[in-house]
């Protein structure tokens, strides 16, 4: 059975996730989210099974990945899986809200949403796990990643479950972040030990970064995705928000390349 898989990653969490889930299916491709973001038009799938995963920010979906999910026509799909990777959580709420924007333009919503616990990646709350602790994670994921794609290729019914914590988070917190998500990027400085590599240009999967006399500018169009911060060679960027990021470590998943995110933008 043809899938597609879309997909969304800013330290290649979910990119990886995606990765082995069409690995275990067979027959997949892998496409970009961020590859649609120039067009209007709905998105329909050349593929009777369709899958989404993406990571959770603030207990919902990355808004270019929640604006996707109401593009998508599914008329000709028969079965329609969401995975989502997070390091703390709000994966319920992420997941009702992919189900809930599917179903407002097809009628009907997920056939089988997912969570994968994953290293988390975001410093200003809690610096990246390393060493064993990071591989322990890792190993997890990659049990409910199999078990997840067993379970699709049974074609199981499975829902997004509910948590009414998540959605309390979600709905305290997800209508500033995606009104405020673009300009986010006021908070990104650079240091002196930039090198002028330009590789936070060549990883931001939406374009968002310029050098600019051979430093980064934020252009104000951020996902908030941190791609820049974490594959920095040098660790010269920071973001100044809570608690901030500097000496708190830095994070991307081992099996994710600069090229691979260099694919994703389209570069």
Same mark, same amino acid.
């Given at each position: 059975?043809?899938?597609?898989?879309?997909?969304?990653?800013?330290?290649?969490?979910?990119?990886?996730?995606?990765?082995?889930?069409?690995?275990?299916?067979?027959?997949?491709?892998?496409?970009?989210?961020?590859?649609?973001?120039?067009?209007?038009?709905?998105?329909?799938?050349?593929?009777?099974?369709?899958?989404?995963?993406?990571?959770?920010?603030?207990?919902?979906?990355?808004?270019?990945?929640?604006?996707? +999910? =109401?593009?998508?026509?599914? &008329? @000709?799909?028969?079965?329609?899986?969401?995975? #989502?990777?997070? %390091?703390? !959580?709000?994966?319920?709420?992420?997941?009702?809200?992919?189900?809930?924007?599917?179903?407002?333009?097809?009628?009907?919503?997920?056939?089988?949403?997912?969570?994968?616990?994953?290293?988390?990646?975001?410093?200003?709350?809690?610096?990246?796990?390393?060493?064993?602790?990071?591989?322990?994670?890792?190993?997890?994921?990659? +049990? =409910?990643?199999?078990?997840? &794609? @067993?379970?699709?290729?049974?074609?199981?019914? #499975?829902?997004? %479950?509910? !948590?009414?914590?998540?959605?309390?988070?979600?709905?305290?917190?997800?209508?500033?972040?995606?009104?405020?998500?673009?300009?986010?990027?006021?908070?990104?400085?650079?240091?002196?030990?930039?090198?002028?590599?330009?590789?936070?240009?060549?990883?931001?999967?939406?374009?968002?970064?310029?050098?600019?006399?051979?430093?980064? +500018?934020?252009?104000?169009?951020?996902?908030?995705?941190?791609?820049?911060?974490?594959?920095?060679?040098?660790?010269?960027?920071?973001?100044?928000?809570?608690?901030?990021?500097?000496?708190?470590?830095?994070?991307?998943?081992?099996?994710?390349?600069?090229?691979?995110?260099?694919?994703?933008?389209?570069?």
């Amino acid at each position: 059975m043809k899938t597609v898989i879309y997909y969304f990653t800013g330290t290649g969490n979910s990119l990886a996730a995606a990765k082995k889930i069409a690995a275990d299916l067979g027959d997949c491709e892998l496409v970009p989210i961020v590859s649609f973001k120039d067009t209007t038009e709905d998105i329909v799938p050349p593929a009777v099974r369709v899958g989404i995963v993406c990571p959770v920010y603030d207990a919902g979906l990355p808004v270019i990945v929640w604006e996707f +999910a =109401q593009r998508l026509s599914l &008329a @000709g799909t028969r079965y329609v899986f969401g995975i #989502v990777t997070l %390091g703390g !959580s709000g994966g319920t709420a992420a997941l009702r809200q992919l189900d809930q924007s599917v179903k407002q333009q097809n009628g009907r919503g997920l056939s089988a949403a997912f969570s994968v616990r994953m290293p988390g990646n975001f410093p200003p709350v809690s610096r990246p796990p390393q060493g064993k602790k990071k591989d322990g994670i890792l190993a997890g994921a990659d +049990a =409910q990643l199999k078990e997840a &794609a @067993g379970r699709i290729k049974k074609g199981e019914q #499975v829902p997004p %479950g509910f !948590s009414p914590f998540a959605w309390l988070m979600h709905a305290a917190t997800y209508r500033f972040f995606s009104g405020s998500v673009h300009a986010g990027d006021k908070d990104f400085s650079v240091s002196c030990a930039c090198t002028s590599c330009g590789t936070c240009a060549k990883v931001c999967p939406v374009g968002n970064i310029r050098m600019e006399q051979g430093r980064p +500018a934020w252009q104000h169009h951020c996902e908030f995705c941190c791609a820049c911060l974490h594959f920095c060679p040098v660790e010269a960027i920071d973001l100044h928000s809570m608690r901030g990021t500097k000496g708190r470590g830095r994070y991307r998943h081992p099996a994710v390349t600069l090229e691979d995110m260099k694919v994703q933008a389209g570069r």
